[in-house]
């Protein structure tokens, strides 16, 4: 379970989403703050617009499967309210939810939204963002992602410094015009997560 | 030395690049792929070694044959289907030998989560009597293509690097080794490399006669690893690659853990199993894929006085990669507590075909073309539009192959089914759809293809398609195809009724046409804007 030694995390959405870019700045704030990683992710078919995610794990020791083992996530951290619910039989007794209110609707069963955010809400800890809102008053709605990392950092333990850090070297490369508003997403979403 | 984070796939490519790599080829399939991604995009456009697409994994796996003829370092990269169309050289190259070290990275998708079937290719590194390797995580993939060059230019053999959808898809620090210099040129021998039953009977002899040196490096190499621990001699496990990571997962911590045998490299280290056999009573094997290990340790009827566990035993699953948990379960460990969602229904969220996706806009015209036509097939084949088998579409009826649809349309066609239609994509039709066109070309069989041609591998995220635009309808009336009955499309809204009229034409044609549906991959169209920001 978490400690300042180990952090399990499930990054979870549909494809698109953005998680993998998540996952680059968590792995390289964590490689540099001297944690190992792995991190497996979907690649293939599943991206279509499916659901995707990755298991993340960072610790100071080693790190044997590549696969968070079920009942030893600390976090998922979900772009996408439905998807948050799809793997909480990962959750530690103590783990914690951190995801976006905004839903993704492309399939026809999708549940009322409010349904959804209930079942969260029982979820000790949970915690709940709109992600939409707050990265359209990032700039972008193209940046929700980096809202919930910004809502999650709040839980991480790699510091927000090196999260940051990790945002402009994977965003200035594409320019001020997508680097700033990222930047406000990440800190829009800290604040958020109260 | 310094330290990496790098996919699988990467640890691979990087291992061979360093290892003095010359050149590599591959053709993209889930999970290889990001393979020869990154061998290309640290080739420095081909400056530093060759690093390229092939039209398919035979044509691959030659090229890379060439090279290791030419005495320079090869690599050709497939998932595992791809070996199967590769597998006429792959399995003669045993006899040729490598003459530069040549190695085959075979990159499994137990669980199928993007493939049809869930072979294990390791038994075809057993069917052509090769060494294969088996990393479990990023840095033995790393360290383990070194080992594979050293081994293949030692023994003069190709040797398989097998990998499955866990290790290539998962990220992990890998320490770099220096990198070494590349071959220079020095042709293989004639006698070696021409196959006449004259020569092969003396190769084929050659390579029987290595297995014994092939066993002692399996019992020799650091790779393989008996740990005795202090876990008494009731229990003992074998695990070989991903497995390994599984059990030790859930033998962090445990007072006394039983003795564990490590297996990364094949063929199987037959002194070191012996040592664990005659030492415990129960042996559980943990591998990934098909129980290979299992069988060859229990043999038909077992060993006298000792227990073999596993997927034969049902302690593991048959079918579908391992897990954490199933491993677990395995040790007679209890389940982990957890969270668990209880009363709460969750809609399933499948992949499915972008909004407004081309294919869309041809399944969408060829259903309406076919309405009310309650005999039609429509034979489907390996790519994205192999979605359009889920509603809304329901629009295809088979998906066997690469370039199965071609083939199978032309025999169901012949057999009495009608209309019968076959679609592909314009990569896979360049894979395996010309030839069995040829063969409906020769036959002018009463059937259509539709061809996709979205201009890209888009699947696998957008590599480059060699029949596509005017190449592929050259390639269309080269093969025969009569020009009158090539008829091009746009699959665009705006143009449904004009599409749905010329599909309906062309199923009435009682002989072979051919519809090239044209417009570019959704994906694609939006990277190249990204570009062009």
Redesign the interface.
Known sequence: MSSSLKQDIILAG??GQGILSI?FII??AA?KEGF????????????????VQSHLRLSKNK??????????ADLVLSVEP??A??Y??????R?RIVTSSSPFV??P???LQESVLE?IRK?EGSVIVDSEALAKAAGTSRAQNTVMLGAASKYLIVKPESLVEFIRVLFAPRGEKVLEPNLRAFELGRKAAG | MA?E?LLGDEAVALGAVHAGLSAGYSYPG??A??VMEYLIRVSKGGSLFTAAWSVNEKTAFEEALGTSFAGKRALVSMKHVGLNVAADPFMSASLTGANGGFVVVAADDPSM??SQNEQDSRFFAQFAQIPCFEPADHQEAYDLTREAYDLSENMSIPVMLRLTT??S?????VETRESRPKNSLKPGARECWTLLPTNARVLFKKVLDQQAAFVRHSETTPFNRLEMNSGGRTLGIIASG?GY??V???L?GAASPPPVLKISAYPLPESLIRRLVEHVGTVLVVEEGYPLIERAVKGMFGIHGKTVLGRLSGDLPLAGEL???TV?AALHEP???????AD????????????GCPHADTLKALNDALDGVETATVFSDIG?YT?GWFPPYSAVDTCVCMGASVGMAKGAAEAGIHPAVAVIGDSTFGHSGITPLLSAAAFNTNMVLIVLDNGTVA???GQPSFATGERLLRIIEGVGVAKDHIRVITPLPKFHAQNVRTLKDEIAYPGLSVIVAVRECLEEAKKKNRRAE
């Open positions: 549909v494809g996952a792995d390289n490689l190992a990683i792995k991190q497996a992710e979907v690649h293939g078919m599943a991206q279509r617009g499916g659901a790190i044997w499967s590549d696969l968070i083992p079920r009942g030893e439905l998807e619910l799809r909480v039989d990962y959750l530690h007794p783990g492309n399939i069963d999708y549940p079942r979820f | 330290k984070i889930t999970p792929t990001e989560h993007s866990r290790l898809h998962s990220r992990g620090g991903i990571n599984y030790m997962e859930n962090r897990t954490p948990e677990r389940p982990r507590e957890r969270q668990a969602l709460f229904k969750l809609a399933g969220r499948p992949p499915q075909l972008c909004v994205c979605l699947m696998t995220g």
